[in-house]
Nanobody, 116 residues
Framework: QVQPVESGGGLVQAGGSLRLSCAAS????????MSWYRQAQEKERELVATIQSTGTSTNYADTVKGRFTISRDNTKNTVYLQMNSLKPEDTAVYYC?????????WGQGTQVTVSS
C-alpha cells in the first residue's frame, strides 16, 4: 500500500516534547513536498508545517512557530516533526502528507494528547 506511515504520538504533559516520524510505504520521498497537518476534535484540519522537496525551505503555522521543527531525511524516506513546549491546544490527530509527481498521499494519523 502506498502511503506515509506516522508514528511517535502519545500522551505528554504541557511543556513537554514529542517527535513524530513519517515513513514512506511503497514510494520514495524524493521530489515530494512533505507536510504535517493536524485535526482537533470538532475542528477542521489545519496545516502545521511544510518542507520542500530539497529540504531547504520550511513554513510553519503561526501557532507553532518557534516550538515545532520539521525536517526530512530522504535517504531514510522519513520526515520528522519535533514538537517542543507543547500546549493543551496542540492536542489533535497529526497527519503526514506527501505531495508531488501528480500524487497526493495521506497517512492514517497519530494521536497527540497534551495534558494540562
Amino acid at each position: 500500500q502506498v502511503q506515509p506511515v506516522e508514528s511517535g504520538g502519545g500522551l505528554v504533559q504541557a511543556g513537554g516534547s514529542l517527535r513524530l516520524s513519517c515513513a514512506a510505504s511503497g514510494f520514495a520521498y524524493v521530489g515530494y513536498r512533505m507536510s504535517w497537518y493536524r485535526q482537533a476534535q470538532e475542528k477542521e484540519r489545519e496545516l502545521v508545517a511544510t518542507i520542500q522537496s530539497t529540504g531547504t525551505s520550511t513554513n510553519y503555522a503561526d501557532t507553532v512557530k518557534g516550538r515545532f521543527t520539521i525536517s526530512r531525511d530522504n535517504t531514510k524516506n522519513t520526515v520528522y516533526l519535533q514538537m517542543n513546549s507543547l500546549k493543551p491546544e496542540d492536542t489533535a490527530v497529526y497527519y503526514c502528507n506527501a505531495k508531488g509527481w501528480g500524487n497526493d498521499y495521506w497517512g492514517q494519523g497519530t494521536q497527540v494528547t497534551v495534558s494540562s
